[in-house]
């Protein structure tokens, strides 16, 4: 099982992390010259990278401005009982304008981070959510402007 504090990564996988991090298509060959490795060693590490679960897979980040989302906000999510995170994914994964979700300390069950086309369109995207099994209520802040966006990994 993978050791999640990091002990197991040497300065070379924290640096083609890096890489890929900044740019996931970048090429073995690429990666090598920025950290001083043969292409086929960079391969080496990022199969194990993959096989230990350190890497978790590659994504295409699509700006939501492009698909007209440019609507946003953070909801509260409070549910009838006790959930589990699993019970919480279940039913928050089936509303495709949730782009992140966590569960969270505090009064709150679990908080998301809705996208949508418009304000109507985000008021369907909540209420589908409020219909969700268990929802008791929900607390939403509209996004007005983002002010630091870093990003994550």
Not at 94 to 103: G, R
Request: hydrophobic share 40%.
């Amino acid at each position: 099982m993978l050791q999640r504090t990091g002990d197991r990564l040497d300065p070379l996988d924290r640096q083609i992390i890096g890489c890929l991090t900044r740019d996931a298509r970048a090429t073995y060959a690429v990666i090598g010259d920025e950290v001083g490795l043969s292409a086929p060693a960079v391969k080496r590490r990022v199969d194990r990278l993959l096989a230990e679960g350190v890497i978790r897979g590659f994504t295409a980040l699509v700006d939501p401005e492009v698909l007209g989302w440019t609507t946003e906000a953070y909801v509260e999510v409070y549910w009838k009982g006790i959930p589990s995170p699993s019970e919480l994914r279940r039913a928050l994964e089936k509303v495709p304008e949730i782009v992140d979700a966590c569960s969270v300390t505090g009064s709150a069950d679990a908080l998301v981070h809705i996208l949508a086309a418009d304000i109507p369109h985000l008021e369907e995207a909540i209420e589908r959510l409020r219909q969700q099994p268990n929802v008791q209520q929900t607390r939403s802040e509209v996004v007005l402007s983002r002010l630091i966006d870093r990003g994550r990994p």
